[in-house]
């Protein structure tokens, strides 16, 4: 049987040797405790917890990805809304230029 002092010290040589990432470490880690316990009650449960942490981190993914996005649109948004105020001065400019849409004054052309 294995002695919790040497236990621990595989886990942390898990951790060293591997250049995987977190959430690789973490499932080693839990299923070199079961191998060593041999517990088929652990095993079972290591497998639960195997699978809700890859659904925490596949979520922190996720929502990672949408902040991103969300940056990304508000950003665009402001461009956007700094290009039409441009377009509109620009607009109005030609508009105040041309003689088209001036007002004109009706009474004194009938007289």
């Known amino acids: 049987m294995v002695r919790v002092g040497e236990t621990v010290s595989l886990r942390v040589s898990l951790c060293r040797n591997t250049t995987t ?22 095993q079972v449960e290591v497998e639960e917890k195997t699978r809700l942490i890859n659904q925490v981190l596949e979520l922190q993914h996720t929502l990672e990805d949408l902040s991103a996005r969300v940056d990304a649109v508000k950003e665009e948004n402001l461009k956007l809304k700094s290009e ?28």
């Open 21 to 42: 990432n977190n959430n690789d470490m973490i499932i080693m880690m839990l299923t070199c405790i079961v191998v060593i316990s041999g517990d088929m009650e652990n």
């Open 84 to 111: 039409n105020q441009v377009l509109g001065q620009y607009i109005e400019n030609l508009m105040s230029a041309s003689s088209v849409f001036q007002t004109t004054d009706t009474k004194s052309k009938r007289k």
